[in-house]
């Protein structure tokens, strides 16, 4: 299917014909595992796809080939209309690719300012790690996201789950990213520092921001994004609009992988 | 290789009703809760002090008071050098969760190297005592080491074998590549630039520059936690109590004086120093003259390579990215940082100051043979393993290893000094290194 020309692609008024992601076909197997069979999605500027399943559906599997943490057995992908290779997850950052992995990938050992300047350290002009500048920024964007936070100086391992969430989600912001990841973001976060999280996707996107959502709310999901991509044993359901769809429909997209007529059906959805 | 624009993404300055945002750098300093939690140093480091001074001690009374003579505390410091340069590099070894067996094997093999060289084919090119013989000495003797350590990088990062058997397969080989670099052969060392790496009496630095040294090592310590404060205030950061700044950089000053009093304290035995005077020109007064040892120049080297191994770790990139990895090798990966890159340059590290631990330690016997550093892996990893590397991977400091290997050359030393025969030391050796470990598990598990 050609995303340019597909009827799910969102209204005319806010994007450009060409979308900003497209995954087609990928395909990789763990051993026997086929983790991600077959699963085509994309995504626009300015646009928030949610991508719904069961554990073990194969969504952090997708996103983290995105992310250039695996490289697909099959399948392309393609940036603003041009075809990507993704080797690394260097090359992934170079494509303004930024990711909140469902492990938050801290190192636990050093600080939060350390682990949000992780392979991209502000250096002086001596070729030193600039410790104090880095401190600095991470000190402003932390005053945003968790006014609260105050262990700067501890390794991270120090943390709550809900901090060291925020330490990865300031990480993936902090780096003027054009694609956002974001796997379960707000798992670990209380319901003031969840809200907070909304809102930032909220102006993320206004600003043009592609964003990859992965949460188990379906609620969170329904508020924030245009679409929804749903996941069955590694194969994709479909992929609807949500203004399209209601949230049972999709909950039986996700249960029982019926494609609604709301949505477009994907290789993964149940014939019946 | 990584972009540093860091030119930020705004995000909504949204902070929920109620909850003012705070400025960044406003935060309230938080109160330190203790003298030591103020003075910001690190609990293990100061318990590995109080071990050093206890062993002192018990030695000193078990030998009679030999121990704690300045004439044993210099030959500790010499005796320390080799050991105390090699656990630098094993810390980030061990940071990185590897091991490495070989640098024992490592430094018999670069000594041979550098031996063979040396008399082989520096001498006759450029003639007795010519500075570039020491210079290329050197030069050859670190490549080597570094292209081992480098190789065996290579098969761990890149072909996956555990560093564990890789080293273990290391110590066989090169202790063997040592024994055929010469057929088994000692091979005397005869530069005599070179034999200053060994220390004793004219590898010295003397009375004089001893003290000049101890003044620069002050001013230092004052300039660096002045620096330290500029750079937090710049920022508003919180800082530390004055006073903590103060007791750090006294005692600091305060141990550097102490080492050089001990250093200076250890003069030549009167005939040597007459004759030594006497060969110098100088006028000897008829009640003789006396002629302080000062730092020996093996120990200067060692405390050089401990300065720039902790600028190292601490400052650049590189050090980073071996503590990161460390803590999360997915994580670093997944920052892009090219993890098996950083392994490989570990090794050839940790070669290459094995081979500088080779300088030293042939130089002090004035030959090179092919057993020597037998057993230095021990002792190495044991030091790194005191000074509070963790096994576990991720933490370590380079001045703790360095203190470590304080802590195993004077075990070692007074054990000979109380004539405990070669076996029993190793038995004592071994023990101390599984306590050592089975410390640092009780350790990390109460602070988990
Ligand atoms: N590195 C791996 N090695 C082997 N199998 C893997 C690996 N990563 C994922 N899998 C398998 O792939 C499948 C999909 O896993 P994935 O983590 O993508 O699921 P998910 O949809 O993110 O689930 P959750 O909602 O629990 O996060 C699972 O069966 C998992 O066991
Ligand atoms: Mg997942």
Same mark, same amino acid.
């Given at each position: 299917?050609?995303?340019?020309?597909?009827?799910?692609?969102?209204?005319?008024?806010?994007?450009?014909?060409?979308?900003?992601?497209?995954?087609?076909?990928?395909?990789?197997?763990?051993?026997?595992?086929?983790?991600?069979?077959?699963?085509?999605?994309?995504?626009?500027?300015?646009?928030?796809?949610?991508?719904?399943?069961?554990?073990?559906?194969?969504?952090?599997?997708?996103?983290?080939?995105?992310?250039?943490?695996?490289?697909?057995?099959?399948?392309?992908?393609?940036?603003?209309?041009?075809?990507?290779?993704?080797?690394?997850?260097?090359?992934?950052?170079?494509?303004?690719?930024?990711?909140?992995?469902?492990?938050?990938?801290?190192?636990?050992?050093?600080?939060?300012?350390?682990?949000?300047?992780?392979?991209?350290?502000?250096? #002086?002009?001596?070729?030193?790690?600039?410790?104090?500048?880095?401190?600095?920024? #991470?000190?402003?964007?932390?005053?945003?996201?968790?006014?609260?936070?105050?262990?700067?100086?501890?390794?991270?391992?120090?943390?709550?789950?809900?901090?060291?969430?925020?330490?990865?989600?300031?990480?993936?912001?902090?780096?003027?990213?054009?694609?956002?990841?974001?796997?379960?973001?707000?798992?670990?976060?209380?319901?003031?520092?969840?809200?907070?999280?909304?809102?930032?996707?909220?102006?993320?996107?206004?600003?043009?921001?592609?964003?990859?959502?992965?949460?188990?709310?379906?609620?969170?999901?329904?508020?924030?994004?245009?679409?929804?991509?749903?996941?069955?044993?590694?194969?994709?359901?479909?992929?609807?609009?949500?203004?399209?769809?209601?949230?049972?429909?999709?909950?039986?997209?996700?249960?029982?992988?019926?494609?609604?007529?709301?949505?477009?059906?994907?290789?993964?959805?149940?014939?019946? | 290789?990584?972009?540093?624009?860091?030119?930020?993404?705004?995000?909504?300055?949204?902070?929920?009703?109620?909850?003012?945002?705070?400025?960044?750098?406003?935060?309230?300093?938080?109160?330190?809760?203790?003298?030591?939690?103020?003075?910001?140093?690190?609990?293990?480091?100061?318990?590995?002090?109080?071990?050093?001074?206890?062993?002192?001690?018990?030695?000193?009374?078990?030998?009679?008071?030999?121990?704690?003579?300045?004439?044993?505390?210099?030959?500790?410091?010499?005796?320390?050098?080799?050991?105390?340069?090699?656990?630098?590099?094993?810390?980030?070894?061990?940071?990185?969760?590897?091991?490495?067996?070989?640098?024992?094997?490592?430094?018999?093999?670069?000594?041979?190297?550098?031996? &063979?060289?040396?008399?082989?084919?520096?001498?006759?090119?450029?003639?007795?005592?010519?500075?570039?013989?020491?210079?290329? #000495?050197?030069?050859?003797?670190?490549?080597?080491?570094?292209?081992?350590?480098?190789?065996?990088?290579?098969?761990?990062?890149?072909?996956?074998?555990?560093?564990?058997?890789?080293?273990?397969?290391?110590?066989?080989?090169?202790?063997?590549?040592?024994?055929?670099?010469?057929?088994?052969?000692?091979?005397?060392?005869?530069?005599?630039?070179?034999?200053?790496?060994?220390?004793?009496?004219?590898?010295?630095?003397?009375?004089?520059?001893?003290?000049?040294?101890?003044?620069?090592?002050?001013?230092?310590?004052?300039?660096?936690?002045?620096?330290?404060?500029?750079?937090?205030?710049?920022?508003?950061?919180?800082?530390?109590?004055?006073?903590?700044?103060?007791?750090?950089?006294?005692?600091?000053?305060?141990?550097?004086?102490?080492?050089?009093?001990?250093?200076?304290?250890?003069?030549?035995?009167?005939?040597?120093?007459?004759?030594?005077?006497?060969?110098?020109?100088?006028?000897?007064?008829?009640?003789?003259?006396?002629?302080?040892?000062?730092?020996?120049?093996?120990?200067?080297?060692?405390?050089?390579?401990?300065?720039?191994?902790?600028?190292?770790?601490?400052?650049?990139?590189?050090?980073?990215? &071996?503590?990161?990895?460390?803590?999360?090798?997915?994580?670093?990966?997944?920052?892009?940082?090219?993890?098996?890159?950083?392994?490989?340059? &570990?090794?050839?590290?940790?070669?290459?100051?094995?081979?500088?631990?080779?300088?030293?330690?042939?130089?002090?016997?004035?030959?090179?043979?092919?057993?020597?550093?037998?057993?230095?892996?021990?002792?190495?990893?044991?030091?790194?393993?005191?000074?509070?590397?963790?096994?576990?991977?991720?933490?370590?400091?380079?001045?703790?290893?360095?203190?470590?290997?304080?802590?195993?050359?004077?075990?070692?030393?007074?054990?000979?000094?109380?004539?405990?025969?070669?076996?029993?030391?190793?038995?004592?050796?071994?023990?101390?290194?599984?306590?050592?470990?089975?410390?640092?598990?009780?350790?990390?598990?109460?602070?988990?």
């Amino acid at each position: 299917m050609n995303a340019a020309t597909s009827p799910l692609a969102p209204g005319a008024s806010r994007v450009s014909g060409t979308p900003m992601v497209e995954m087609r076909d990928i395909c990789i197997s763990f051993g026997g595992i086929r983790a991600v069979d077959d699963v085509s999605v994309d995504l626009y500027p300015g646009e928030v796809v949610g991508l719904l399943g069961h554990n073990g559906a194969g969504k952090s599997t997708l996103i983290k080939i995105l992310a250039g943490a695996y490289r697909p057995d099959a399948g392309e992908i393609r940036i603003k209309g041009e075809k990507a290779d993704i080797a690394n997850p260097r090359d992934a950052k170079r494509y303004g690719i930024e990711t909140i992995y469902q492990t938050l990938a801290l190192a636990d050992n050093v600080d939060a300012a350390a682990n949000l300047f992780l392979g991209r350290e502000l250096m #002086t002009p001596w070729g030193t790690l600039d410790d104090v500048a880095m401190e600095a920024a #991470t000190r402003e964007v932390m005053g945003r996201l968790n006014p609260n936070f105050r262990k700067f100086k501890e390794p991270v391992r120090g943390l709550s789950g809900g901090q060291r969430q925020s330490v990865a989600i300031a990480r993936a912001i902090h780096f003027n990213a054009k694609i956002l990841i974001m796997d379960e973001p707000t798992a670990a976060l209380g319901p003031q520092e969840t809200a907070q999280v909304a809102e930032l996707i909220k102006q993320l996107k206004a600003e043009g921001i592609a964003i990859f959502l992965i949460s188990h709310d379906i609620h969170d999901v329904f508020d924030l994004a245009d679409r929804v991509s749903v996941m069955k044993n590694g194969k994709l359901v479909g992929t609807a609009r949500t203004s399209d769809v209601t949230k049972d429909e999709v909950l039986g997209m996700i249960i029982l992988g019926k494609s609604p007529p709301g949505a477009l059906a994907g290789p993964g959805a149940a014939t019946d | 290789m990584t972009d540093t624009t860091t030119t930020s993404t705004p995000i909504p300055a949204a902070p929920p009703p109620g909850s003012p945002a705070s400025r960044p750098g406003s935060a309230p300093a938080s109160a330190p809760t203790s003298f030591i939690g103020a003075l910001e140093i690190d609990v293990r480091f100061l318990g590995m002090l109080g071990a050093l001074a206890v062993i002192w001690v018990v030695f000193d009374i078990l030998a009679g008071g030999t121990f704690l003579t300045a004439r044993n505390l210099w030959n500790l410091s010499v005796q320390s050098s080799s050991i105390a340069v090699m656990s630098t590099g094993m810390v980030l070894v061990i940071v990185m969760r590897h091991i490495d067996l070989s640098v024992g094997s490592i430094l018999g093999v670069t000594g041979m190297i550098m031996a &063979v060289f040396q008399v082989g084919t520096l001498l006759p090119t450029f003639g007795f005592n010519h500075p570039a013989v020491i210079v290329l #000495t050197l030069a050859a003797g670190i490549c080597a080491g570094a292209a081992i350590g480098a190789l065996h990088g290579f098969v761990i990062a890149y072909l996956g074998v555990p560093a564990f058997i890789v080293t273990l397969g290391g110590l066989l080989v090169w202790r063997g590549a040592a024994w055929a670099v010469a057929e088994g052969k000692t091979i005397p060392l005869v530069d005599d630039n070179f034999k200053l790496l060994g220390g004793g009496a004219n590898g010295s630095v003397g009375e004089m520059w001893s003290w000049v040294i101890a003044v620069i090592a002050c001013l230092a310590i004052a300039a660096a936690a002045v620096q330290a404060r500029r750079q937090r205030q710049r920022f508003h950061f919180p800082q530390k109590p004055v006073w903590a700044e103060f007791v750090i950089v006294i005692t600091g000053c305060l141990a550097v004086i102490a080492a050089t009093l001990v250093v200076n304290a250890y003069t030549l035995p009167p005939v040597l120093a007459r004759r030594y005077a006497e060969a110098a020109g100088l006028t000897v007064p008829p009640e003789g003259i006396s002629i302080s040892f000062g730092f020996a120049i093996p120990v200067l080297v060692a405390l050089a390579v401990g300065i720039v191994m902790t600028f190292v770790t601490n400052r650049t990139r590189f050090g980073r990215y &071996v503590f990161a990895i460390g803590g999360n090798p997915e994580a670093a990966d997944l920052a892009g940082i090219n993890t098996k890159r950083v392994t490989l340059a &570990v090794f050839a590290l940790m070669g290459a100051l094995a081979a500088i631990g080779a300088a030293i330690s042939t130089a002090r016997l004035n030959s090179a043979t092919n057993a020597q550093g037998t057993l230095d892996e021990l002792y190495v990893i044991a030091a790194a393993v005191i000074g509070g590397t963790s096994l576990a991977g991720g933490s370590g400091t380079i001045a703790g290893a360095m203190l470590g290997a304080l802590v195993m050359q004077s075990l070692q030393s007074g054990m000979v000094l109380m004539r405990v025969d070669t076996p029993y030391q190793n038995i004592v050796v071994g023990i101390v290194l599984v306590f050592a470990v089975w410390i640092d598990t009780v350790y990390r598990k109460r602070i988990k």
